[in-house]
């Protein structure tokens, strides 16, 4: 799938209950490979118990994140929890924590790992005003 962006938005993922865990990778679309956008998107980096360059919020949920060993590719994946029912505006986040500077009118892709049994409504996105989301799926633990 080819997302533009109009303006630079924040990576972002979101998790609902009984997801387990989550490998971002961000990366131009182009006829030749471009330079990869999104610092530490493997959450190798680690400071203070947290992947470098990434912070998570738990806003109004009982939401839970840690680093996992259980990496689609390298050392680490993140893990979330989330036990609370689902309401409008209710939801933890893991976002980058400094925008990506993209141009407008250009394709980007967006991709991800994710492996959970049944991640409820769960969703990866940003744009401006985080219109661009793109549901997760369960994938029976594999």
Known sequence: MHVCFPQPPLAHAVFGQDAQSLQLTFKPNTATVGKHLVPNSSFEAVED????????SQRNTDATFALAPDARSGERAVRFTNGTPFTPHVYGQ????????LEPGNPYT???????ANPG???????DGWWVRLGLKGTDGK
């Open 49 to 56: 118990g947290q992947p470098k360059g990434w912070r998570f």
């Open 94 to 101: 893991l976002v980058l924590a400094e925008p990506l500077s």
């Open 110 to 116: 967006l991709s991800c790992y994710v492996r959970s």
């Open 121 to 127: 409504p769960a969703w990866i996105g940003g744009g």
